[in-house]
């Protein structure tokens, strides 16, 4: 199977790949320097490509590179193919917006922290929008802006609609470089709750 992607989750780990043809199933595993090699999950069904790592959920700020391997039945017996290539995610704890006000015309102040845990972002993405359905519908529409360095825990989006409603949401970022390769893997928290704010 092929990996297709890794994600923070309020579960803990959300690992996702491709089906492979001839499958029964597929065995999923995490690999941490210090902890070694741990098998995540058995699934016995070929359609099924996602599972989660729960027994991460509160160890954040630790690096976990996630593959798979796809089950097949020979002579009777269950037997386990190559493994898929490696996936890297940084467990990164969710997103609280701790206030967004307007105070003055067309601007919308946001402030935010970390909400579990010890922060470990490298820095934070707010997506807004006019309705709540563009924030969150696959192909919804919507505005980002990035803000770089864990420290910076506050923002003014300017020149937003005056008079009318603007929902924001907020996720952290860190990224990782793999010591051996020298790969940059950007790895993404949850997203925060909702919020709602007034434009002036």
């Not at 089906?19 to 359609?47: C, E, L, P």
């Not at 890297?88 to 997103?95: F, G, K």
């Not at 563009?134 to 919804?140: E, P, V, Y």
């Not at 409603?165 to 949850?190: D, H």
Request: charged content about 20%.
């Amino acid at each position: 199977p092929v990996m297709k992607a890794v994600y923070n989750s309020t579960k803990g780990g959300d690992i996702r790949w491709n089906k492979a043809n001839g499958a029964v199933g597929y065995a999923v595993y995490r690999f941490r320097q210090a902890d070694g090699t741990k098998k995540v999950a058995t699934i016995n069904s070929v359609n099924t490509l996602q599972c989660y790592d729960t027994e991460i959920k509160n160890y954040y700020g630790r690096v976990y590179s996630y593959y798979v391997k796809a089950l097949y039945k020979k002579n009777g017996k269950t037997v386990a193919g190559p493994a898929s290539g490696r996936l890297t995610l940084q467990r990164l704890a969710p997103m609280e917006i701790t206030s967004a006000q307007s105070s003055s015309a067309g601007n919308v102040s946001v402030k935010y922290k970390c909400a579990a845990g010890s922060n470990k972002a490298s820095g934070y993405q707010i997506q807004y929008a006019a309705s709540k359905n563009d924030l969150t519908a696959r192909k919804g529409t919507y505005k980002e802006v990035t803000v770089k360095g864990r420290k910076n825990l506050s923002k003014t989006i300017k020149s937003l609609s005056r008079g009318k409603t603007c929902y924001l949401r907020i996720r952290a970022y860190v990224t990782y470089t793999n010591s051996k390769t020298g790969k940059q893997t950007r790895t993404w928290s949850q997203y925060s709750n909702i919020t709602k704010v007034n434009v002036k």
